[in-house]
């Protein structure tokens, strides 16, 4: 200010020296100036795809650079815009399937499947007369339930159609028997499926819903049908033995005793009987000599079915069933526990690392885990100069794959680099854990310590 308002004569060699500092300074903070009005800033998201990097860009004017703040601004409101377009659909069904499976929501359904249980066996009990009180109650407590299911069905759509909603059975079940008692409403619907308001029965058997709920319930229905494909390979065998000894019985019996064995159908329904063993020596004696003497053939054919299907085929197929029940419940027991040891843990983990070190664990050796851990270098120093920056790492454990995936905040890697490094002094570190950045052997000593 001196200089500018001419208090110094130019003609001293000290004075000129101040003057051109000054000037000098000036500029510099004309630079700076200049430099703020060109410059902006873009902040990302710390778990975005960006990792929480700072972009700076620097332009050549002020106009420049105002144009470009004003382009950026308009580009963020346009492609939200565009974004909240194409997602509308998605947070639309997320709220819907948020609201849908609320333990609230799916209390009043279990209560509506334990009611239209209930009706339907109160009116086969009490078996109303036609036209009176009871089955008119019975009528409107019905159509209530076809509504409600029916409502039902429209949120499950809703919420899930297009991620998954055909892949559940039950949903296409469900989807099968509100139909069919939405056609049964009609009356003319009777003329072509006459069967329809039997069909409408089926809904009782939603209370399956209910039972899964309860996890014993639900190990032991998954367990009994994962145990149908091996019960029903065994049942073919049993099966192909009951229609080769129904060939048989046709061709030696079927004269002799038609009523049993005229037929193919009724041989096959013969043999069965025998197999439950109910019954069986009357339709055996039936077949000896007039006079009641034993015949031998008989007793082989007999004897040899009875031996063969109800004492050896019958406990093998019992066998397969328990077998496979006892596998299934074994890997759903299995399957909870881990389920239960991965919660402990992740309500256990002090720090963002615990995941990464509890598989470092299993190292065998010294050796191989310097291993270990210089492959991870390795991987996490993408730019291959030798050190990791924070911004590598948290993009290294990122790709990791881990569930959940590790997240470390800058003042969780602050504070485990301090400890590692055994950095107590405040003052000290914090020129070293701003800008963060590890060789090898530092990240080797970090993970280890």
């Not at 905040?409 to 854990?433: A, C, P, W």
């Amino acid at each position: 200010v001196s200089v500018q308002r001419g208090s110094i004569s130019s003609s001293d060699p000290k004075s000129e020296q101040f003057a051109s500092l000054a000037h000098a300074a000036q500029e510099n903070l004309n630079n700076t100036k200049h430099d703020e009005e060109c410059t902006f800033q873009m902040h990302t998201i710390p778990h975005g795809l960006n990792f929480g990097r700072v972009y700076t860009i620097k332009f050549a004017s002020k106009a420049e650079c105002d144009e470009w703040i004003l382009a950026i601004e308009n580009g963020m409101v346009h492609s939200t815009r565009l974004w909240k377009r194409h997602n509308l659909i998605k947070e639309f069904q997320r709220r819907i399937s948020a609201w849908y499976l609320s333990r609230t929501v799916q209390m009043i359904i279990t209560l509506a499947i334990l009611g239209n249980v209930g009706s339907e066996a109160s009116k086969l009990q009490i078996i109303p007369e036609e036209g009176g009180f009871l089955s008119e109650a019975f009528k409107t407590v019905d159509l209530s339930l076809t509504i409600f299911f029916t409502l039902d069905l429209i949120v499950n759509l809703a919420a899930h159609l297009g991620r998954g909603f055909f892949r559940r059975r039950w949903n296409i079940f469900d989807m099968v028997v509100v139909l069919i008692s939405l056609a049964a409403l009609r009356p003319a619907i009777y003329g072509v499926l006459p069967f329809s308001n039997s069909l409408r029965l089926l809904r009782v058997l939603r209370i399956e819903r209910v039972l899964v709920r309860f996890r014993s319930l639900r190990q032991l229905i998954n367990a009994l049908s994962a145990s149908l494909w091996p019960v029903l390979s065994a049942m073919i065998v049993v099966l192909c033995v009951i229609a080769i000894y129904a060939i048989l019985g046709v061709h030696f019996y079927g004269q002799k005793q038609a009523i049993h064995f005229k037929t193919f159908s009724r041989s096959c329904f013969t043999m069965f009987q025998v197999t439950t063993l109910d019954g069986w020596s009357d339709v055996a004696r039936d077949l000896f000599f007039e006079d009641g003497s034993m015949d031998g053939y008989v007793v082989t054919f007999f004897v040899s079915f009875i031996f063969l299907v109800a004492f050896t085929l019958l406990p093998v197929v019992v066998a397969v069933l328990l077998d496979t029940f006892s596998k299934e419940n074994r890997k759903s027991q299995e399957k909870h526990e881990r389920e239960q040891i991965l919660e402990s843990r992740k309500l256990t983990h002090l720090y963002a690392l615990d995941a990464l070190m509890e598989r470092l664990m299993v190292c065998s050796s010294e050796m191989d885990l310097s291993k270990h851990l210089h492959l991870l270098f390795k991987r996490f120093d993408v730019e291959e100069q030798g050190v990791i920056r924070y911004q590598e790492l948290c993009e290294g454990l990122y790709q990791l794959s881990f569930d959940p995936p590790i997240s470390l905040t800058l003042q969780e890697y602050r504070t485990i680099v301090r400890e590692s490094m055994g950095l107590q002094e405040e003052n000290d570190s914090e020129q070293q854990v701003d800008a963060p950045t590890l060789d090898c052997r530092a990240w080797e000593t970090m993970m280890r310590l």
